[in-house]
């Protein structure tokens, strides 16, 4: 008999990683890469029926970002609306919001002011609305939205990552059917409270939970009051210097990602009571140069699991890239219940799109996600792994 673990092959002894070796991280595979039309994704995908929507910040026929789509089935990409960079928006940094089949979104600069606007877009024929122009640098609206909207009960929701009374952004509510924005809260009202937010909210029970990424802070709003909590101070605990990403909800309980700083960017997974603010970490990553390092993306909750990327680490070697030691990035899952991380794919040398971007989406068994750079042309590609 032999310990568990162990098997003997006559004078060699063997370990045998439990009763299954793990698997390797797969690559991922490069569906299409951007050129001179669309380039430089900055946000995530979504899925509507099986075309996959986003927005570049630049590319273009005015190099001022493009709404566009990519069909699974046909593996083709279309720009849906190209942005002219005057009043009708400039340089969408996120995500779009498919509401009864328009497509919503913001974009950071552009507008009547220069400060961005909310804006959507019609698939199907292509035209843009210029929902609402942000006001003047610091006005009381907000300006500079860099946060992907959320749809609550007919009502849009969103951030600005500047204006406000203090010019510290501000959490405000959209009425699509009367084009009226209202400011709900802005930050710098309090001493702690956070600024800068730039990832989306998350609505449970009433309520919109985010975070600020600078003086990081996590964060609750009730939109009927106005008024503001914070949940956790990461800054005052000195536990992340960044918080880019927005919260994931599992059963109640708030999950997130956050990166220590630049100089240290080896990140961890937390976990976030919304009742008690009380915060664990869920898994640290290791800052090993072949692990995966820095995530800055929103969380994927599927079944209780979280699915997300890093920019950075990861077991492919990645020369290309200035951080050479660290990779080009990874696809990961961890399990909330017991911290276990996986590692499900690596970019590397062999994949011509380091640095995935922005969060994943599921469509069947397959995730899909964007990387900013990398593809043929060097200016971002679209990408799949099983």
Known sequence: MYPTGLASIGLLTVLVAGTACAKAPITPTTLYS????????LGGVINVGGTLYGATSAGGSANDGTVYAYDIATNTESVVYAFLGGTDGAGPVCELLNVGG??????ASGGANNTGIIFAVNPATGAETVAYSFAADGGADGAYPQAALINVGGILYGT??????FNAGTVFSFDPATGVETPIYAFGTNEGDGSFPTAPLLSLNGLLYGTTYEN???FVVNPVTGTEQVLYSFEANMDYSSTASGLTNIDGMLYGAARISESDPDGFIYSLNPTTGALGTVYGFSGNKFAPASPTAGLLAVNGMLYGTTEIGGSKSCHPRPRA??????VFSVNPATGKQTEMAAFGDSVNAPGPIGPLVKVGKTFYGVTASGGTAQVGSIYSVK
């Open 34 to 41: 951007f050129g001179s039309n669309a380039s430089h994704p």
């Open 160 to 165: 600005t990552s500047e204006g406000g009374h």
């Open 216 to 218: 990081s802070t996590a």
């Open 102 to 107: 328009v497509l919503w979104g913001t974009t």
């Open 325 to 330: 030691a660290h990779g080009c990035g990874t």
